[in-house]
């Protein structure tokens, strides 16, 4: 059974930096490209960043690059985020996912999620 | 950026009904277009992945069509559990959401 379990939020101040983790199980985790997707509170799901199954492709939405980092340590299957210069509107339900396809990623296993919040 | 539109933002159904989500694509994304379904507290569920292909696990009264820029998810008869968000996805050009359909109890 594919489980992912992130860990790592929790309250910090604007201008502060925090690192998210996921811990992955029930499949080869080095054989996959990752994500993270956030959701802010009342609000949709926004993708975040994507690492390919090596960590040698890295990805950003333009709201984050510059700030976020995504890598991945394959001998642990585990996945980060190193999250700096945090603002307001980055408080949000930080999710990782396993991403699957050929021509593009979706993603077919979710983690349940860990909240972070910026004060300002 | 590809811009994906949902319609309607709120779906009022009685159980047992009918339910048709659309979905928008400010450009083509072809086929690589994913469905969602959300529920509080929970972690999204994939649903539908390549516009119409399901996952694993998911029941046939969930179906998806279309290919481009125009998509829609139907539940043909719908249950307690289904009464839930539901996101469609396009990873065609990077990946961007739909801002949600609700699905609420009539």
């Known amino acids: 059974e594919v489980q992912l379990l992130e860990s790592g939020g929790g309250l910090v101040q604007a201008g502060g930096s925090l690192r998210l983790s996921c811990a992955a199980s029930?499949?080869?985790?080095?054989?996959?490209?990752m994500s993270w997707v956030r959701q802010a509170p009342g609000k949709g799901l926004e993708w975040v960043s994507s690492i390919n199954y090596s960590g040698g492709s890295t990805y950003q939405a333009d709201s984050v690059k510059g700030r976020f980092t995504i890598s991945r340590d394959n001998s642990k299957n585990t996945l980060f985020l190193r999250m700096n210069s945090l603002r307001a509107e980055d408080t949000a339900i930080y999710y990782c996912?396993?991403?699957?396809?050929?021509?593009?990623?979706?993603?077919?296993?979710w983690g349940q999620g860990t909240l972070v919040t910026v004060s300002s | 950026e590809i811009v994906m539109t949902q319609s309607p933002a709120t779906l009022s159904v009685s159980p047992g009904e009918r339910a048709t989500l659309s979905c928008r694509a400010s450009q083509s994304v072809t086929s690589n277009l994913a469905w969602y379904q959300h529920k509080p507290g929970q972690a999204p569920r994939l649903l539908i992945y390549?516009?119409?292909t399901r996952a694993t696990g998911i029941p046939a009264r969930f179906s998806g069509s279309g290919s481009g820029t125009e998509f829609t998810l139907t539940i043909s008869s719908l249950q307690s559990e289904d009464f839930a968000v539901y996101y469609c996805?396009?990873?065609?050009?990077?990946?961007?959401f739909g801002q949600g359909t609700k699905v609420e109890i009539k």
């Open positions: 390549g516009a119409s």
């Open positions: 996805h396009q990873y065609n050009n990077w990946w961007t």
């Open positions: 029930g499949f080869t985790f080095s054989s996959y490209a």
């Open positions: 996912a396993k991403c699957r396809g050929q021509s593009g990623w979706y993603f077919d296993y």
